[in-house]
T-cell receptor, first 113, second 115 residues
Framework: ETGVTQSPTHLIKTRGQQVTLRCSSQSGHNTVSWYQQALGQGPQFIFQYYREEENGRGNFPPRFSGLQFPNYSSELNVNALELDDSALYLC????????????FGPGTRLLVL | AQKVTQAQTEISVVEKEDVTLDCVYETRDTTYYLFWYKQPPSGELVFLIR??????QNEISGRYSWNFQKSTSSFNFTITASQVVDSAVYFCALLITGTASKLTFGTGTRLQVTL
């Protein structure tokens, strides 16, 4: 196990609702990245947080937002949920931003009805 | 733009067979990193290996081995004497240095090992 934890494990929401997913990074890691993995696809980069600041963003709309806290845990917020937001959301932590290996948590499976 | 291609969608082998998973990448950067991750049915991505663009030495770790060839932009993964526990989806990923350490993943290869 990597020491990266995510909650909840599963979530069901309806279209238009808002959702918050949580991630605790591995001890000693100050960088958290979020990925979305649709069924049958590879993970897609949403954004990364380094020392509480957004450090880069993929091609996701502004309704995907995040936070990182002083203890380096992180939240992913998605507003105005759409059916296509149904996916596995993966959080990864690394010791620093840059080229360090990212270690992933177990993910949160979100279903939007 | 970066791209990773895993042309093999699904592979089925019988236990103890050797199997090679292919990965081809595209990037204009000269400094980059390549990774392999394993995703069992539980969903968690398990890190297997990381290789930087300046190190073309092949690597062996137990039954796993990796062949990195810059000339063909490939980073292939071989499992020797496969076991049922190797059944999973395997992802190859590319990381470019820059503002964010963003991993670009391929679409994955599902490996099914049967008795």
């Amino acid at each position: 196990e990597t020491g990266v934890t995510q909650s909840p494990t599963h979530l069901i929401k309806t279209r238009g609702q808002q959702v918050t997913l949580r991630c605790s990074s591995q001890s000693g890691h100050n960088t958290v990245s979020w990925y979305q993995q649709a069924l049958g696809q590879g993970p897609q980069f949403i954004f990364q947080y380094y020392r509480e600041e957004e450090n880069g963003r993929g091609n996701f709309p502004p309704r995907f937002s995040g936070l990182q806290f002083p203890n380096y845990s992180s939240e992913l917020n998605v507003n105005a949920l759409e059916l296509d937001d149904s996916a596995l959301y993966l959080c990864a932590s690394s010791p620093v931003a840059g080229v360090e290996t990212q270690y992933f948590g177990p993910g949160t499976r979100l279903l939007v009805l | 733009a970066q791209k990773v291609t895993q042309a093999q969608t699904e592979i089925s082998v019988v236990e103890k067979e050797d199997v090679t998973l292919d990965c081809v990448y595209e990037t204009r950067d000269t400094t980059y990193y390549l990774f392999w991750y394993k995703q069992p049915p539980s969903g968690e991505l398990v890190f297997l290996i990381r290789r930087n663009s300046f190190d073309e030495q092949n690597e062996i770790s137990g039954r796993y081995s990796w062949n990195f060839q810059k000339s063909t932009s490939s980073f292939n993964f071989t499992i020797t004497a496969s076991q049922v526990v190797d059944s999973a989806v395997y992802f190859c990923a590319l990381l470019i240095t820059g503002t964010a350490s963003k991993l670009t993943f391929g679409t994955g290869t599902r490996l099914q090992v049967t008795l």
